[in-house]
């Protein structure tokens, strides 16, 4: 069921290594490759506008079929159009909003077919095909887009994004609950207000808005291999098998820990021990090896992070849930929003203190979130709900 989450993966791998790898070699800004990036981000957060829909009408399998499919063809677009820097950030806007609703549909699908016990390796596997498998496919896409005639190749690529529609086709579907499906939009959007007041949700956003484990650093670093020496073939090969181990071994870690620790301070934990880690890559040589460190790192790190948020929203849906899609897309849109400032702020630092700049941006503002809440969360101790 892991593979649900393949199309988030390889989409986002694809926006966030290889067309910066591909925008650098055509001697494209680093500022203004953030900026492209930041824009593509952004229905990561904004997504949950449109979730109540997911939950409406027609099998949340139709929904995921569909978007993966709209997704597709936008990023085979995005490759024709790389060179084309007002058209690309609307395409990948596009298809990444689509993708981003797909993967809510998915959550909210699986989750329900998922008993409880099984949650906490649901939420790992996700992770494991988003990071690790969105790596493998971003690991051979500069390869395949520069060996074969460029259309082909970026067509094979592209494919990836939709690999996960026979899996779609393949697994058990309820129907829309019945209620929602039979009740007028205005019915169904106070349905879906009840979700922003429940105790378990509201506690879980700041967490998640907040910039305390969003790792936004991993989606910088693609743009960056320049600084390291690193060359473009090697930018996509070390950056996609870094993310690959990185995305297998990270999320398989948090289950045995979430057995040990409440998600919530394990989110935190995860976060702190990042920013640490970055802070560390100031005193290291700008080298390939260097690069490839900070990927493979920097990306177990956000894999991790990944998880722990997968089992805290999957925790919170409960069992049975009618707004299933609705809630989890919600809580999973608010982990996007600090990738997407943080993507900018991270490139606007490059302005002023090239990689030096962005590694003490990422790593303070990241570490010092997470001792906030940590503290809030301490101090509120009795009154937080648990998951």
């Known amino acids: 069921m892991g593979i649900g989450f393949l199309p988030l993966g390889a989409f986002g791998s694809l926006m966030l290594i290889t067309f910066p790898a591909l925008l650098a070699t055509n001697r494209v800004p ?8 930041a824009i593509g981000l952004i229905p990561g957060f904004a ?4 979730t109540p829909i997911l939950d409406w009408r027609f099998k949340r399998r139709s929904y995921a079929i569909g978007l993966a499919i709209v997704g597709g063809l936008c990023m085979y677009a995005a490759f024709l159009f790389v060179t084309n820097l007002a058209v690309l950030p609307v395409l990948l806007f596009t298809g990444y909003m689509a993708i981003s ?11 329900n077919l998922t008993d409880a016990g099984d949650k906490d390796r649901l939420g790992a596997w996700f992770t494991v095909f988003n990071l690790g498998g ?9 390869s395949l887009v520069r060996g074969l005639p460029y259309v082909v190749g970026a067509a094979i690529v592209s494919l990836s994004v939709v690999a996960a529609v026979p899996m779609f086709l393949w697994l058990p579907c309820p129907p829309a609950d019945k209620k929602l499906a039979s009740e007028s939009f205005r019915d169904f959007a106070r349905d879906v207000g009840s979700v922003l007041r429940k105790r378990s949700v509201l506690w879980t956003l700041p967490l ?5 484990a969003s790792f936004a650093l991993t989606n910088t670093l693609g743009g960056l291999g320049r600084d390291f020496n690193t060359p473009e073939w090697m930018v996509g090969l070390v950056g996609g098998a870094g993310v690959t181990i990185a995305g297998v071994f990270g999320p398989l870690l948090i289950p045995p820990l979430a057995d040990r620790l409440p998600p919530r301070p394990l989110y935190l934990m995860v976060g702190i021990a990042g920013a640490l880690f970055s802070l560390t890559l100031l005193l290291l040589p700008r080298t390939p090896a260097t690069f490839g460190l900070a ?27 009618p707004l299933a899609a609705t809630q989890f897309g919600l809580l999973i849109a608010a982990t996007g929003l ?24 990422d790593a303070a503002l990241s570490g010092g979130a997470c001792l906030l809440l940590a503290a809030v969360f301490w101090v509120f101790r009795k009154r937080v709900p648990g998951v």
Do not use: H
């Not at 997504?47 to 449109?50: G, Q």
């Not at 998640?208 to 305390?212: A, K, R, V, Y």
């Not at 956000?302 to 849930?321: K, M, P």
């Not at 900018?344 to 203190?353: E, M, P, R, T």
């Open 30 to 37: 680093e500022g203004q490759i953030a900026a492209i990036t």
């Open 47 to 50: 997504y949950f506008l449109l």
């Open 101 to 111: 609703l797909c993967i809510a549909a998915v959550g909210g699908w699986f989750g």
């Open 134 to 142: 969105g790596g493998a496919v971003a690991m051979g896409a500069i």
């Open 208 to 212: 998640f808005l907040m910039p305390s």
């Open 295 to 321: 990927l493979m790192v920097e990306n177990i790190f956000q894999a991790g992070a990944f998880s722990v948020a997968n089992v805290i929203a999957l925790r919170t849906n409960g069992e049975d849930n």
């Open 338 to 361: 600090p990738l997407i400032y943080m993507q900018y702020l991270d490139g606007q630092a490059y302005g002023l203190g090239g990689v030096n700049g962005t590694l003490i941006n």
